[in-house]
T-cell receptor
Framework: GAVVSQHPSWVICKSGTSVKIECRSL??????MFWYRQFPKQSLMLMAT?????????EQGVEKDKFLINHASLTLSTLTVTSAHPEDSSFYIC??????????????FGPGTRLTVT | SQELEQSPQSLIVQEGKNLTINCTSS?????LYWYKQKYGEGLIFLMM?????EEKSHEKITAKLDEKKQQSSLHITASQPSHAGIYLC?????????????FGTGTRLQVTL
């Protein structure tokens, strides 16, 4: 199956600093990637849809100036958490939509990045 | 917006027992995905269902989508400790769209020896 990687797998940063998380599709090109966040014992919440070569589409309630998304190439999307605060501590997961499958869309997920803001 | 409710929220079964997890949607499902997640890890794709009445199996896991396409069930036969984890159903948008997923509330499965 398709492989999606994330880097780093975990990061600790101080309040007020910015953190960049990378999401890569390793063996396929992904024109669309998705960013989710997951709080402990909760389900995944979609934050934004990242489209290669265009601006990301953010879900309602997600601050686009705080969570900067850049889909610079067909295999890489980045999420930058700017001026991080403790409430931004969460598990961030990306997914990539595979380009095959006709009208059905399979998404493969990265292993996630655990962000802790102190 | 579409809402997915899973039941039960958590489940503890003895190894070798069968179990079923349900996923109910507030709207018609155009694509229903089942994923498994281990704590602190990413999601593993299990199956995707699209057609009313569709049923798919992989090893000891069977997923079904009802005829009305508003409910799906995931059935595990003869459960093993390796089946433990969080099971999430996800619903995609209509066919032909970019299909961003909305996830259910999740079912936490523990398998005891």
């Amino acid at each position: 199956g398709a492989v999606v990687s994330q880097h780093p797998s975990w990061v600790i940063c101080k309040s007020g600093t910015s953190v960049k998380i990378e999401c890569r599709s390793l063996d396929f090109q992904a024109t669309t990637m998705f960013w989710y966040r997951q709080f402990p014992k909760q389900s995944l919440m979609l934050m934004a849809t990242s489209n290669e070569g265009s601006k990301a589409t953010y879900e309602q309630g997600v601050e686009k100036d705080k969570f900067l998304i850049n889909h610079a190439s067909l295999t890489l999307s980045t999420l930058t958490v700017t001026s991080a605060h403790p409430e931004d501590s969460s598990f961030y997961i990306c997914s990539a939509r595979v380009p095959w499958g006709g009208s059905s869309y399979e998404q493969y997920f990265g292993p996630g990045t655990r962000l802790t803001v102190t | 917006s579409q809402e997915l409710e899973q039941s039960p929220q958590s489940l503890i079964v003895q190894e070798g027992k069968n179990l079923t997890i349900n996923c109910t949607s507030s709207k018609t499902l155009y694509g229903l995905y089942w994923y498994k997640q281990k704590y602190g890890e990413g999601l593993i794709f299990l199956m995707m269902l699209q057609k009313g009445g569709e049923e798919k199996s992989h090893e000891k896991i069977t997923a079904k989508l009802d005829e009305k396409k508003q409910q799906s069930s995931l059935h595990i036969t003869a459960s093993q400790p390796s089946h433990a984890g969080i099971y999430l159903c996800g619903a995609g948008g209509g066919t032909g769209t970019a299909s961003k997923l909305t996830f259910g509330t999740g079912t936490r499965l523990q398998v005891t020896l």
